[in-house]
């Protein structure tokens, strides 16, 4: 059901529980449910959830190196939660009623 609508929506969607996700495990989940793997496929994913947070839907709220390799050594991984913006956006799409 989920990989009948767009990424982003789908990405959005992930964050209406209004908990804190790393990106790393949005990417793995949206990779999973779209049958998407591969680095450019991670890599795109990654992506679309850079530009909802650079359109204000989602805020990073903590940061750290991925020192272990466990979704791209010396990658800075990002902690995220949705805002009341990007539940708005979520609710314009019809992903939920805010």
């Known amino acids: 059901m989920a990989g009948d609508q767009p990424i982003k929506f789908r990405i959005l969607q992930l964050f209406l529980d209004e908990q804190e996700h790393w990106h790393s495990e ?3 989940t949206i ?3 779209y049958n998407m793997q591969g680095n450019f496929q991670r890599d795109s994913i990654n992506f679309d959830i850079l530009e909802l947070a650079s359109g204000g839907m989602l805020k990073s709220v903590e940061t750290k190196v991925d020192e272990e390799g466990g979704y791209k050594k010396g990658f800075l991984l990002h902690k995220y939660v949705i ?4 539940k708005t956006r979520a609710s314009d799409a019809c ?4």
């Open 83 to 86: 805002t009341d913006f990007g």
């Open 95 to 98: 992903l939920e009623y805010v």
């Open 31 to 33: 990779q999973d449910e």
């Open 26 to 28: 949005i990417v793995k």
